[in-house]
Protein backbone atom coordinates (compact mmCIF):
# COMPACT_ATOMS: atom_id res chain seq x y z
CA UNK A 1 0.00 0.00 0.00
CA UNK A 2 1.30 3.56 -1.09
CA UNK A 3 2.31 5.61 1.67
CA UNK A 4 0.67 9.15 1.43
CA UNK A 5 3.34 11.40 -0.01
CA UNK A 6 3.33 15.26 -0.86
CA UNK A 7 5.42 14.83 -4.04
CA UNK A 8 4.87 13.91 -7.11
CA UNK A 9 7.42 11.08 -8.48
CA UNK A 10 9.26 12.05 -11.61
CA UNK A 11 7.07 9.84 -13.90
CA UNK A 12 4.34 12.27 -12.53
CA UNK A 13 5.89 15.14 -12.79
CA UNK A 14 6.42 14.28 -16.25
CA UNK A 15 3.10 13.67 -16.63
CA UNK A 16 2.03 17.15 -15.31
CA UNK A 17 4.47 19.04 -17.07
CA UNK A 18 3.29 17.68 -20.25
CA UNK A 19 -0.67 18.14 -19.31
CA UNK A 20 0.45 22.12 -18.38
CA UNK A 21 1.90 22.26 -21.73
CA UNK A 22 -1.12 21.03 -23.21
CA UNK A 23 -3.44 23.47 -20.89
CA UNK A 24 -1.48 26.48 -21.43
CA UNK A 25 -0.77 26.44 -24.83
CA UNK A 26 -4.35 24.77 -26.52
CA UNK A 27 -6.78 25.35 -23.96
CA UNK A 28 -6.30 28.57 -22.32
CA UNK A 29 -6.54 30.23 -25.39
CA UNK A 30 -9.31 28.72 -26.67
CA UNK A 31 -11.48 29.76 -23.06
CA UNK A 32 -12.67 32.64 -23.96
CA UNK A 33 -14.47 31.63 -27.69
CA UNK A 34 -15.98 28.56 -26.71
CA UNK A 35 -17.34 30.37 -23.35
CA UNK A 36 -18.84 32.74 -25.80
CA UNK A 37 -19.75 30.21 -28.22
CA UNK A 38 -21.65 27.87 -25.52
CA UNK A 39 -21.06 24.91 -27.35
CA UNK A 40 -18.69 21.73 -26.88
CA UNK A 41 -15.06 22.53 -27.83
CA UNK A 42 -14.85 19.91 -30.59
CA UNK A 43 -11.63 21.00 -31.90
CA UNK A 44 -10.09 20.84 -28.46
CA UNK A 45 -11.37 17.63 -27.80
CA UNK A 46 -10.34 16.38 -31.00
CA UNK A 47 -6.82 17.69 -30.10
CA UNK A 48 -6.70 16.30 -26.78
CA UNK A 49 -7.96 12.74 -28.29
CA UNK A 50 -4.87 12.79 -30.48
CA UNK A 51 -2.60 13.51 -27.61
CA UNK A 52 -3.71 10.88 -25.72
CA UNK A 53 -4.99 12.96 -23.38
CA UNK A 54 -8.52 12.28 -24.29
CA UNK A 55 -8.66 8.67 -24.00
CA UNK A 56 -9.90 5.58 -21.64
CA UNK A 57 -6.52 4.29 -21.28
CA UNK A 58 -4.83 7.39 -20.06
CA UNK A 59 -7.51 8.13 -17.30
CA UNK A 60 -7.24 4.27 -16.51
CA UNK A 61 -3.94 4.51 -15.78
CA UNK A 62 -4.24 7.67 -13.68
CA UNK A 63 -7.51 6.47 -12.34
CA UNK A 64 -5.34 3.21 -10.88
CA UNK A 65 -2.32 5.14 -9.86
CA UNK A 66 -1.31 3.70 -6.25
CA UNK A 67 -0.18 6.80 -4.85
CA UNK A 68 -3.61 8.81 -5.56
CA UNK A 69 -2.15 11.58 -6.91
CA UNK A 70 -2.94 10.70 -10.31
CA UNK A 71 -6.79 11.86 -10.87
CA UNK A 72 -5.80 15.00 -8.84
CA UNK A 73 -3.02 16.19 -10.74
CA UNK A 74 -4.78 15.74 -13.98
CA UNK A 75 -7.75 17.65 -13.20
CA UNK A 76 -6.21 20.62 -11.54
CA UNK A 77 -3.83 21.05 -14.73
CA UNK A 78 -6.43 20.83 -17.10
CA UNK A 79 -8.79 22.93 -14.57
CA UNK A 80 -6.07 25.52 -14.60
CA UNK A 81 -6.36 25.80 -18.44
CA UNK A 82 -10.68 26.34 -18.40
CA UNK A 83 -12.96 24.72 -16.37
CA UNK A 84 -15.66 24.38 -19.37
CA UNK A 85 -13.28 23.34 -21.43
CA UNK A 86 -11.81 20.73 -19.14
CA UNK A 87 -15.16 19.41 -18.25
CA UNK A 88 -16.14 18.63 -21.92
CA UNK A 89 -12.41 17.12 -21.91
CA UNK A 90 -13.33 15.20 -18.88
CA UNK A 91 -17.00 14.54 -18.31
CA UNK A 92 -17.17 11.50 -20.56
CA UNK A 93 -14.55 9.76 -17.76
CA UNK A 94 -17.71 10.86 -14.87
CA UNK A 95 -19.96 8.46 -17.33
CA UNK A 96 -16.81 5.92 -17.16
CA UNK A 97 -16.33 5.15 -13.98
CA UNK A 98 -20.05 4.62 -13.52
CA UNK A 99 -19.81 1.87 -15.39
CA UNK A 100 -16.19 0.82 -14.37
CA UNK A 101 -17.56 1.11 -10.68
CA UNK A 102 -21.00 -1.07 -11.55
CA UNK A 103 -20.32 -3.11 -14.79
CA UNK A 104 -18.68 -6.31 -15.22
CA UNK A 105 -15.89 -6.97 -17.19
CA UNK A 106 -17.85 -7.29 -20.26
CA UNK A 107 -19.97 -4.23 -20.13
CA UNK A 108 -16.56 -2.24 -19.39
CA UNK A 109 -15.00 -3.98 -22.64
CA UNK A 110 -17.85 -3.08 -24.54
CA UNK A 111 -19.29 0.30 -23.61
CA UNK A 112 -16.09 2.45 -21.95
CA UNK A 113 -14.49 2.20 -25.25
CA UNK A 114 -17.64 3.65 -27.27
CA UNK A 115 -18.17 6.64 -24.51
CA UNK A 116 -14.60 7.95 -26.37
CA UNK A 117 -14.48 7.11 -29.99
CA UNK A 118 -10.92 7.58 -31.58
CA UNK A 119 -9.22 10.30 -32.68
CA UNK A 120 -10.59 10.74 -35.96
CA UNK A 121 -13.92 10.42 -34.60
CA UNK A 122 -14.46 11.36 -31.00
CA UNK A 123 -17.21 10.95 -28.97
CA UNK A 124 -19.30 12.04 -25.46
CA UNK A 125 -20.87 10.18 -23.07
CA UNK A 126 -23.54 11.66 -20.06
CA UNK A 127 -23.86 10.45 -16.79
CA UNK A 128 -27.82 11.05 -16.16
CA UNK A 129 -29.09 10.84 -12.13
CA UNK A 130 -30.30 14.39 -11.30
CA UNK A 131 -34.04 15.34 -12.02
CA UNK A 132 -36.10 17.74 -11.89
CA UNK A 133 -37.68 16.87 -8.64
CA UNK A 134 -34.67 14.89 -7.82
CA UNK A 135 -31.40 16.67 -7.19
CA UNK A 136 -29.72 16.64 -3.49
CA UNK A 137 -32.28 14.69 -2.61
CA UNK A 138 -31.43 11.51 -5.30
CA UNK A 139 -34.23 9.07 -3.44
CA UNK A 140 -36.90 11.12 -5.02
CA UNK A 141 -36.21 10.01 -8.57
CA UNK A 142 -39.02 8.97 -11.04
CA UNK A 143 -37.44 7.75 -13.90
CA UNK A 144 -38.48 4.13 -13.65
CA UNK A 145 -37.33 1.33 -15.45
CA UNK A 146 -39.34 -2.01 -15.72
CA UNK A 147 -38.10 -4.90 -17.22
CA UNK A 148 -39.72 -6.64 -20.37
CA UNK A 149 -39.32 -10.58 -19.40
CA UNK A 150 -40.66 -12.08 -22.58
CA UNK A 151 -38.37 -9.82 -24.91
CA UNK A 152 -35.38 -9.80 -22.10
CA UNK A 153 -35.87 -5.97 -22.34
CA UNK A 154 -35.67 -2.79 -19.58
CA UNK A 155 -38.12 0.24 -20.71
CA UNK A 156 -37.13 3.46 -19.15
CA UNK A 157 -39.20 6.21 -19.05
CA UNK A 158 -38.51 9.74 -17.25
CA UNK A 159 -36.34 12.93 -17.60
CA UNK A 160 -33.43 13.48 -16.50
CA UNK A 161 -31.97 17.38 -16.47
CA UNK A 162 -28.63 18.91 -15.95
CA UNK A 163 -26.95 16.13 -17.50
CA UNK A 164 -23.49 17.26 -18.90
CA UNK A 165 -23.17 15.95 -22.22
CA UNK A 166 -27.01 14.86 -22.64
CA UNK A 167 -27.93 14.69 -25.50
CA UNK A 168 -24.89 14.68 -27.46
CA UNK A 169 -23.66 11.54 -25.94
CA UNK A 170 -22.90 8.05 -27.60
CA UNK A 171 -23.96 6.43 -24.95
CA UNK A 172 -25.29 7.57 -21.91
CA UNK A 173 -25.51 6.25 -18.60
CA UNK A 174 -29.33 6.54 -16.99
CA UNK A 175 -29.94 6.44 -12.98
CA UNK A 176 -33.60 4.70 -12.67
CA UNK A 177 -35.44 3.31 -9.56
CA UNK A 178 -37.06 -0.42 -10.43
CA UNK A 179 -38.45 -0.47 -6.84
CA UNK A 180 -39.75 2.96 -5.69
CA UNK A 181 -40.55 1.76 -2.57
CA UNK A 182 -36.76 1.39 -1.78
CA UNK A 183 -35.95 4.53 -2.46
CA UNK A 184 -32.05 5.13 -3.30
CA UNK A 185 -31.60 0.84 -2.69
CA UNK A 186 -34.27 0.29 -5.65
CA UNK A 187 -31.81 2.49 -8.24
CA UNK A 188 -30.39 0.64 -10.91
CA UNK A 189 -28.07 1.83 -13.42
CA UNK A 190 -28.59 1.41 -17.25
CA UNK A 191 -26.22 2.13 -20.41
CA UNK A 192 -28.20 3.62 -23.04
CA UNK A 193 -26.34 2.62 -26.48
CA UNK A 194 -25.81 4.81 -29.79
CA UNK A 195 -28.92 6.25 -31.31
CA UNK A 196 -31.20 4.07 -29.14
CA UNK A 197 -35.09 5.24 -30.05
CA UNK A 198 -37.05 7.14 -27.67
CA UNK A 199 -34.21 9.08 -25.65
CA UNK A 200 -34.15 12.91 -26.98
CA UNK A 201 -32.26 16.09 -25.80
CA UNK A 202 -34.44 18.60 -24.00
CA UNK A 203 -33.86 21.74 -22.89
CA UNK A 204 -30.22 22.80 -23.51
CA UNK A 205 -29.32 25.18 -20.63
CA UNK A 206 -27.23 28.91 -20.65
CA UNK A 207 -25.78 28.67 -18.00
CA UNK A 208 -23.59 31.40 -15.64
CA UNK A 209 -20.00 29.56 -16.05
CA UNK A 210 -18.21 26.62 -17.81
CA UNK A 211 -19.89 27.45 -20.29
CA UNK A 212 -18.15 25.21 -23.31
CA UNK A 213 -19.87 22.29 -21.29
CA UNK A 214 -22.99 21.17 -23.09
CA UNK A 215 -25.94 20.83 -20.23
CA UNK A 216 -28.95 19.38 -21.10
CA UNK A 217 -32.26 17.40 -20.27
CA UNK A 218 -32.12 14.11 -21.51
CA UNK A 219 -36.01 12.81 -21.91
CA UNK A 220 -36.59 8.99 -22.21
CA UNK A 221 -39.65 7.92 -23.74
CA UNK A 222 -40.57 4.02 -24.09
CA UNK A 223 -36.66 3.70 -23.90
CA UNK A 224 -35.99 -0.12 -24.37
CA UNK A 225 -32.23 -1.37 -23.69
CA UNK A 226 -31.40 -4.95 -24.08
CA UNK A 227 -31.03 -6.93 -20.63
CA UNK A 228 -27.89 -7.22 -20.99
CA UNK A 229 -27.37 -3.04 -20.32
CA UNK A 230 -28.53 -3.27 -16.90
CA UNK A 231 -24.96 -2.14 -14.91
CA UNK A 232 -24.21 -5.23 -13.18
CA UNK A 233 -26.81 -7.80 -14.96
CA UNK A 234 -29.94 -9.09 -13.22
CA UNK A 235 -29.25 -11.79 -11.04
CA UNK A 236 -26.67 -9.01 -8.58
CA UNK A 237 -29.37 -6.82 -9.33
CA UNK A 238 -32.00 -9.14 -7.73
CA UNK A 239 -29.80 -10.38 -5.07
CA UNK A 240 -29.53 -6.36 -3.99
CA UNK A 241 -33.51 -5.84 -4.18
CA UNK A 242 -34.03 -9.01 -2.43
CA UNK A 243 -31.49 -7.71 0.44
CA UNK A 244 -32.72 -4.11 0.51
CA UNK A 245 -36.98 -5.89 0.92
CA UNK A 246 -35.77 -8.00 3.45
CA UNK A 247 -34.08 -5.02 5.57
CA UNK A 248 -37.01 -2.89 4.78
CA UNK A 249 -39.65 -5.46 6.11
CA UNK A 250 -37.33 -5.36 9.52
CA UNK A 251 -37.55 -1.69 9.86
CA UNK A 252 -33.87 -2.27 10.29
CA UNK A 253 -31.58 -0.03 8.20
CA UNK A 254 -32.44 3.27 7.69
CA UNK A 255 -32.65 3.73 3.26
CA UNK A 256 -29.99 6.33 3.24
CA UNK A 257 -30.15 8.79 0.67
CA UNK A 258 -27.39 7.72 -1.92
CA UNK A 259 -26.68 11.72 -2.21
CA UNK A 260 -25.29 11.41 0.95
CA UNK A 261 -23.78 8.24 1.05
CA UNK A 262 -21.90 7.13 -1.99
CA UNK A 263 -19.68 9.38 -3.76
CA UNK A 264 -17.33 10.06 -0.98
CA UNK A 265 -14.57 8.45 -2.94
CA UNK A 266 -15.24 10.53 -5.94
CA UNK A 267 -15.88 14.29 -4.99
CA UNK A 268 -11.91 14.44 -4.58
CA UNK A 269 -11.99 14.92 -8.10
CA UNK A 270 -13.72 17.98 -8.11
CA UNK A 271 -11.95 19.17 -5.44
CA UNK A 272 -9.32 18.78 -7.48
CA UNK A 273 -11.19 20.83 -10.45
CA UNK A 274 -11.48 23.53 -7.80
CA UNK A 275 -8.14 23.66 -6.86
CA UNK A 276 -7.56 24.33 -10.33
CA UNK A 277 -10.03 27.11 -10.77
CA UNK A 278 -8.18 28.85 -8.07
CA UNK A 279 -4.86 28.53 -8.84
CA UNK A 280 -5.06 29.68 -12.06
CA UNK A 281 -7.00 33.13 -10.71
CA UNK A 282 -4.43 33.63 -8.11
CA UNK A 283 -1.16 33.09 -9.98
CA UNK A 284 -3.44 36.30 -12.35
CA UNK A 285 -3.06 38.10 -9.58
CA UNK A 286 -0.08 37.60 -8.38
CA UNK A 287 0.88 38.81 -11.50
CA UNK A 288 -1.17 41.76 -12.25
CA UNK A 289 -0.32 43.00 -8.54
CA UNK A 290 3.20 43.03 -9.13
CA UNK A 291 3.19 45.27 -12.61
CA UNK A 292 0.04 47.06 -11.85
CA UNK A 293 1.10 50.58 -10.09
CA UNK A 294 -1.30 53.03 -8.70
CA UNK A 295 0.53 55.87 -6.58
CA UNK A 296 4.07 55.16 -7.99
CA UNK A 297 4.39 51.59 -6.88
CA UNK A 298 3.21 48.28 -7.54
CA UNK A 299 -0.26 47.45 -5.83
CA UNK A 300 1.40 44.61 -4.44
CA UNK A 301 3.18 47.08 -2.25
CA UNK A 302 0.32 47.24 -0.64
CA UNK A 303 -0.16 44.93 2.64
CA UNK A 304 -3.97 45.19 1.54
CA UNK A 305 -3.33 43.64 -1.39
CA UNK A 306 -0.04 41.42 -0.76
CA UNK A 307 -1.75 40.44 2.47
CA UNK A 308 -4.89 39.19 -0.15
CA UNK A 309 -2.46 37.17 -1.69
CA UNK A 310 -1.28 35.38 0.96
CA UNK A 311 -4.56 34.53 2.04
CA UNK A 312 -4.97 33.17 -1.45
CA UNK A 313 -2.00 31.25 -1.92
CA UNK A 314 -2.48 29.36 1.44
CA UNK A 315 -5.84 28.87 0.82
CA UNK A 316 -5.09 26.78 -2.63
CA UNK A 317 -2.29 24.72 -0.61
CA UNK A 318 -4.63 23.65 1.66
CA UNK A 319 -7.39 22.13 -0.41
CA UNK A 320 -4.87 20.56 -2.58
CA UNK A 321 -3.58 18.56 0.59
CA UNK A 322 -7.21 17.57 1.84
CA UNK A 323 -7.96 16.70 -1.99
CA UNK A 324 -4.63 14.85 -2.07
CA UNK A 325 -5.15 13.09 1.38
CA UNK A 326 -9.03 11.97 0.05
CA UNK A 327 -7.32 10.39 -3.27
CA UNK A 328 -4.67 8.36 -1.13
CA UNK A 329 -6.99 7.88 1.21
CA UNK A 330 -9.67 6.30 -1.51
CA UNK A 331 -6.83 4.44 -3.84
CA UNK A 332 -5.94 2.55 -0.81
CA UNK A 333 -9.00 1.62 0.46
CA UNK A 334 -8.86 3.92 4.51
CA UNK A 335 -12.29 4.06 5.37
CA UNK A 336 -13.55 7.84 5.26
CA UNK A 337 -14.23 7.76 9.08
CA UNK A 338 -14.66 11.89 9.08
CA UNK A 339 -16.08 12.43 5.41
CA UNK A 340 -12.90 13.45 4.31
CA UNK A 341 -13.84 13.02 0.47
CA UNK A 342 -16.85 15.59 1.61
CA UNK A 343 -14.45 17.73 3.55
CA UNK A 344 -12.19 18.25 0.29
CA UNK A 345 -14.82 18.58 -2.12
CA UNK A 346 -16.36 21.35 0.24
CA UNK A 347 -12.99 23.47 1.02
CA UNK A 348 -11.91 22.98 -2.01
CA UNK A 349 -15.27 24.36 -3.88
CA UNK A 350 -15.76 27.08 -1.38
CA UNK A 351 -12.00 28.13 -2.03
CA UNK A 352 -12.24 28.32 -5.89
CA UNK A 353 -15.33 30.94 -5.32
CA UNK A 354 -13.68 33.12 -2.77
CA UNK A 355 -10.08 33.02 -4.49
CA UNK A 356 -11.62 34.08 -7.48
CA UNK A 357 -13.76 36.81 -6.28
CA UNK A 358 -10.79 38.22 -4.60
CA UNK A 359 -8.65 38.02 -8.02
CA UNK A 360 -10.84 40.50 -9.15
CA UNK A 361 -10.98 42.52 -6.86
CA UNK A 362 -6.92 42.90 -7.28
CA UNK A 363 -7.47 43.23 -10.87
CA UNK A 364 -10.57 46.15 -10.20
CA UNK A 365 -11.48 47.56 -13.26
CA UNK A 366 -10.11 45.04 -15.66
CA UNK A 367 -10.75 41.85 -13.31
CA UNK A 368 -14.84 43.26 -14.11
CA UNK A 369 -14.33 43.16 -18.08
CA UNK A 370 -13.98 40.00 -20.32
CA UNK A 371 -10.93 41.00 -21.54
CA UNK A 372 -9.13 39.36 -18.39
CA UNK A 373 -9.74 35.57 -17.70
CA UNK A 374 -10.82 36.22 -14.21
CA UNK A 375 -14.26 37.33 -14.74
CA UNK A 376 -14.60 33.87 -16.35
CA UNK A 377 -12.85 32.04 -13.52
CA UNK A 378 -14.91 33.24 -11.49
CA UNK A 379 -18.20 32.30 -13.06
CA UNK A 380 -16.79 28.65 -13.29
CA UNK A 381 -15.74 28.71 -10.15
CA UNK A 382 -19.46 28.77 -9.10
CA UNK A 383 -20.74 25.02 -10.49
CA UNK A 384 -18.33 23.51 -7.61
CA UNK A 385 -20.39 23.93 -4.71
CA UNK A 386 -23.49 23.15 -6.78
CA UNK A 387 -22.66 19.81 -8.92
CA UNK A 388 -21.39 16.49 -7.13
CA UNK A 389 -23.43 17.16 -4.48
CA UNK A 390 -23.60 20.80 -2.87
CA UNK A 391 -21.69 22.72 -0.31
CA UNK A 392 -24.61 22.18 2.36
CA UNK A 393 -24.86 18.65 1.46
CA UNK A 394 -20.94 18.03 1.66
CA UNK A 395 -21.43 19.80 5.75
CA UNK A 396 -24.70 17.29 6.16
CA UNK A 397 -22.69 14.38 5.17
CA UNK A 398 -19.48 15.35 7.03
CA UNK A 399 -21.97 16.22 10.23
CA UNK A 400 -23.08 12.72 10.03
CA UNK A 401 -20.45 11.08 10.33
CA UNK A 402 -18.40 12.94 12.52
CA UNK A 403 -21.36 12.60 14.62
CA UNK A 404 -23.37 9.80 13.68
CA UNK A 405 -26.86 11.47 14.03
CA UNK A 406 -29.27 11.63 11.54
CA UNK A 407 -28.81 15.90 11.53
CA UNK A 408 -31.41 17.41 8.71
C1 LIG B 1 -23.56 22.63 -14.87
C2 LIG B 1 -24.14 21.44 -14.18
C3 LIG B 1 -23.73 20.17 -14.57
C4 LIG B 1 -24.29 19.04 -13.97
N1 LIG B 1 -23.95 17.80 -14.42
C5 LIG B 1 -24.65 16.72 -13.99
C6 LIG B 1 -24.49 15.45 -14.60
O1 LIG B 1 -23.68 15.28 -15.50
N2 LIG B 1 -25.27 14.42 -14.17
C7 LIG B 1 -26.19 14.58 -13.18
O2 LIG B 1 -26.85 13.61 -12.84
N3 LIG B 1 -26.35 15.78 -12.56
C8 LIG B 1 -25.63 16.84 -12.95
N4 LIG B 1 -25.81 18.08 -12.37
C9 LIG B 1 -26.81 18.21 -11.31
C10 LIG B 1 -26.23 18.56 -9.96
O3 LIG B 1 -25.59 17.44 -9.41
C11 LIG B 1 -27.37 19.11 -9.09
O4 LIG B 1 -27.65 20.41 -9.57
C12 LIG B 1 -27.04 19.13 -7.62
O5 LIG B 1 -27.01 17.84 -7.12
C13 LIG B 1 -28.03 19.96 -6.81
O6 LIG B 1 -29.35 19.60 -7.09
P1 LIG B 1 -30.42 20.74 -7.42
O7 LIG B 1 -29.84 21.59 -8.48
O8 LIG B 1 -31.72 20.09 -7.72
O9 LIG B 1 -30.52 21.61 -6.12
P2 LIG B 1 -31.48 21.33 -4.85
O10 LIG B 1 -31.27 19.95 -4.36
O11 LIG B 1 -32.87 21.75 -5.17
O12 LIG B 1 -30.86 22.34 -3.79
C14 LIG B 1 -31.19 23.73 -3.77
C15 LIG B 1 -30.53 24.33 -2.53
O13 LIG B 1 -31.07 23.72 -1.34
C16 LIG B 1 -30.02 23.19 -0.57
N5 LIG B 1 -30.46 21.95 0.10
C17 LIG B 1 -31.12 20.91 -0.46
N6 LIG B 1 -31.33 19.95 0.47
C18 LIG B 1 -30.76 20.38 1.61
C19 LIG B 1 -30.61 19.84 2.91
N7 LIG B 1 -31.09 18.63 3.23
N8 LIG B 1 -29.97 20.57 3.85
C20 LIG B 1 -29.48 21.80 3.55
N9 LIG B 1 -29.56 22.37 2.33
C21 LIG B 1 -30.19 21.67 1.38
C22 LIG B 1 -28.90 22.92 -1.55
O14 LIG B 1 -27.65 22.84 -0.91
C23 LIG B 1 -29.02 24.10 -2.48
O15 LIG B 1 -28.36 25.20 -1.93
C24 LIG B 1 -25.22 19.21 -12.94
C25 LIG B 1 -25.60 20.50 -12.53
C26 LIG B 1 -25.08 21.59 -13.14
C27 LIG B 1 -25.54 22.96 -12.72
Known amino acids: MAEFTMELNDEQKEVRDWLHGFAADVIRPAASEWDEREETPWPVIQEAAKLGIYSLDFYAQQFFDPTGLGIPMVMEELFWGDAGIALSIVGTGLAAVGVLAN???????????????????????????????????????????????????????????????????????????????????????????????????????????????????????????????????????????????????????????????????????????????????????LEYAKTREQFGRPIIDNQGVAFQLADMATQVDAARLLVWRASWMAVTGKKFEKAEGSMSKLYASETAKKVTAQAIQILGGNGYTREYPVERMHRDAAIYTIFEGTSEIQRLVIARTLSGLPIR
Request: proline share 4%; aromatic share 6%; hydrophobic share 40%.
Open 103 to 285: GTEEQIGTWVPQMYGDANDVKVAAFCSSEPDAGSDVAAMRTRAVYDEAKDEWVLNGTKTWATNGGIANVHVVVASVDPELGSKGHASFIVPPDTEGLSQGQKFKKHGIRASHTAEVVLENVRVPGHCLLGGKDKLDERLARAREKAKKGGERVKNAAMATFEASRPAVGAMAVGTARAAYEEA
